[in-house]
T-cell receptor
């Protein structure tokens, strides 16, 4: 079936460096994507989203890039901080009645001081 | 957590006992969801609601039932808890189908 997946299970970065988290999707008809951050012991937290009519969207220290040609999106975190340490998921809402979110398995971002 | 609370936050129960988890929202969102999160499986949809008294099954609904008598409350019931239902349960809400879902803080359930 259709799926949303992540390339790497873990990512370790130095504090202050930029982080790039990648995600591939398989449904070429997908038109909306969401990035979530989940800290230990907490629920997933919305970070940023992007629709398929955009290639790039920026938030506070975060940028999401969408490449529809290769069905790939990435989350860029500028000047990574210790508070950015968490698991990051990309997700795709289904367009059916249940609006089921298809999540990637998650990638753990670890920030070295 | 976008005006979403879950109760209890932690629960330990024994196999065969009924358990009810509560999700309460103050956002007046129409859609509400229950997920479970397990290592190796990620987040999986149990049941969802598209309005008061309107609910439907997700991908892992066996052994669970839900009820929604008010817009703000969505209850998840394990009729007879089993060890396989040990998990972390998350409630989520959204304004419309296909839009961003916002998650609650979760309930950690241990079935002995």
């Amino acid at each position: 079936g259709e799926s949303v997946g992540l390339h790497l299970p873990t990512l370790s970065v130095q504090e202050g460096d930029n982080s790039i988290i990648n995600c591939a999707y398989s449904n070429s008809a997908s038109d909306y994507f969401i990035w979530y951050k989940q800290e230990s012991g907490k629920g997933p937290q919305f970070i940023i989203d992007i629709r398929s009519n955009m290639d790039k969207r920026q938030g506070q220290r975060v940028t999401v890039l969408l490449n529809k040609t290769v069905k790939h999106l990435s989350l860029q975190i500028a000047a990574t901080q210790p508070g950015d340490s968490a698991v990051y998921f990309c997700a795709e809402p289904a367009t059916g009645a249940n609006s089921k979110l298809t999540f990637g398995k998650g990638i753990t971002l670890s920030v070295r001081p | 957590d976008a005006g979403i609370t879950q109760s209890p936050r932690h629960k330990v129960t024994e196999t065969g006992t009924p358990v009810t988890l509560r999700c309460h929202q103050t956002e007046n969102h129409r859609y509400m969801y229950w997920y479970r999160q397990d290592p190796g499986h990620g987040l999986r949809l149990i049941h969802y609601s598209y309005g008061v008294k309107d609910t439907d099954k997700g991908e892992v609904s066996d052994g669970y039932s839900v009820s929604r008598s008010k817009t703000e409350d969505f209850l998840l019931t394990l009729e007879s808890a089993t060890s396989s239902q040990t998990s972390v349960y998350f409630c989520a809400i959204s304004v419309r189908v296909g839009e961003t879902q916002y998650f609650g803080p979760g309930t950690r359930l241990l079935v002995l």
